[in-house]
């Protein structure tokens, strides 16, 4: 996305990018985006329809546990339930853990906000407020071709504004297949090391769609390498309707 069209950009609303950066902002004026990213938003349901919610749940399911994320589309509070074993809580400011700290498998907790969400809800939240969109030349995978979308953040957008994403879309109907991602949060070299995730079994909800699978795959050689991991999602919900703000900070059973 150029100058231009980025001056011209703020919402009604509070944007988030991925570790809980927050942007306030005031008006809704929708941006320009390069015509592959504008044609992915409108494939998915379009992005004025996504910023007319206030609230995503989904769940994660694996064959021994289900785990839920609740997400406030506003400021992008979180909170994620694995049931029977804990609920976090994530707002800007604090993260909330039940029963206790120990109950949840992570050193880093803050590392986990909006992650999941985030790979989620590609490519609408890459057209967040700081994220920057550039028109790639089409380029082959697998013997097919598609056509790229390259997105990078502003200076000191998120915890982690030096992360990369390159977005592959299907020519035919212009729904996102596969991104390249990378992962700068513990190493800011990593910006140009690339992992993969395809994108399939969509499902809608309240005229979007979203995600059933994701799969990720090594990236070796700018090619697809060894499948590292699947997953399924079900309960996929948007409401208009924001969350209440306690269900991030008061956790119980």
């Given at each position: 996305?150029?100058?231009?069209?980025?001056?011209?950009?703020?919402?009604?609303?509070?944007?988030?990018?991925?570790?809980?950066?927050t942007v306030e902002t005031t008006e809704v004026i929708l941006p320009k985006f390069p015509p592959t990213f504008e044609k992915g938003l409108q494939a998915l349901g379009g992005l004025e329809k996504w910023q007319s919610y206030g609230?995503?749940?989904?769940?994660?399911?694996?064959?021994?546990?289900?785990?839920?994320?609740?997400?406030?589309?506003?400021?992008?509070?979180?909170?994620?339930?694995?049931?029977?074993?804990y609920k976090v809580g994530f707002t800007a400011e604090d993260i909330n853990i039940y029963p206790n700290k120990d109950s949840f498998p992570s050193e880093n907790p803050r590392f986990l906000h909006n992650l999941r969400?985030?790979?989620?809800?590609?490519?609408?939240v890459t057209a967040d407020p700081g994220a920057f969109q550039e028109e790639l030349e089409p380029a082959e995978m697998g013997g097919k071709m598609y056509n790229r979308v390259k997105v990078t953040f502003g200076e000191g957008v998120g915890a982690a504004p030096k992360d990369q994403y390159i977005l592959w879309y299907n020519p035919a109907d212009n729904v996102l297949e596969f991104i390249n991602y990378s992962v700068t949060y513990f190493n800011e070299g990593n910006a140009e090391k690339y992992n993969a995730i395809r994108y399939s079994n969509w499902k809608e909800s309240g005229g979007l769609k979203f995600p059933g699978k994701m799969t990720s795959y090594k990236w070796e050689n700018d090619a697809l390498g060894e499948e590292r991991y699947s997953q399924r999602f079900t309960a996929i919900a948007v409401s208009k309707d924001r969350p209440k703000p306690e269900i991030f900070t008061s956790l119980s059973e």
């Open positions: 996305m150029n100058l231009a069209a980025l001056m011209g950009l703020v919402w009604l609303a509070f944007s988030c990018q991925p570790g809980g950066k609230t995503l749940t989904f769940s994660e399911v694996t064959e021994t546990d289900t785990t839920k994320y609740t997400v406030d589309l506003a400021n992008r509070h979180e909170l994620i339930e694995k049931f029977g074993h969400f985030y790979f989620f809800t590609i490519p609408f």
